[in-house]
């Protein structure tokens, strides 16, 4: 018989299914929205009932806007000619962190992962080919995580579209192999970003 009323477990069980969120964890959390008080938690269940009425992904880049373009996409001052496609939002902010790109992105929200069960299909891949045929940029700039996946994923973008008139470009290797670029501290992603090299065609 659990030593919880059922209202916690059923919150600590809510938040345990939140990535890096442990069952002890959970009970904390838990136990920091009730002593938050009952207007704490009504803060919250707002914030998260509003989520998916107010944020929407950009008909354009796919990162996160609450209008049909995001702040990036409608800022006539972006360089249209160079266009980073990186795997998240996360990586995205990191980048913009750098203030080393003044591009634009296209977010594709995954890597290919066959054991994962993630193909071509399931990332924005499609919608950047046909973006890269309509804007035609000069510069593709792949800006994916140093990992299989993101070799994968990267190799695979550079087989869709080497057969149209765009500079294809890989961050540099000064990112470690296995990191994930949201977690690198802003110089050492500014150098990978200022060395990026031409991909083979």
Known sequence: ????????????????????????????????????????????????????????????????????????????????????????????????RTAEHSGRYHVLHGLLSPLRGIGPEELRLRSLYERVQREQPEEILVALPVSIEGEATAAYVASQLRRLPVRLSRIASGVPQGSELEYIDQATLGRALRGRQLMAS
């Open 1 to 96: 018989m659990s030593q919880l009323p059922r209202a916690m477990e059923r919150l600590a069980l809510q938040l345990a299914r939140l990535p890096g969120v442990g069952e002890r964890s959970a009970q904390r959390l838990a136990f920091h929205l009730l002593h938050r008080g009952r207007d704490g938690c009504h803060d919250l269940a707002h914030a998260l009932a509003t989520l998916h009425d107010e944020v929407r992904f950009c008909e354009r880049c796919h990162h996160l806007s609450t209008e049909p373009l995001c702040p990036i996409c409608s800022d006539p001052r972006r360089d249209g000619r160079v266009l980073a496609v990186v795997e998240g939002v996360a990586d995205l902010l990191a980048i913009e």
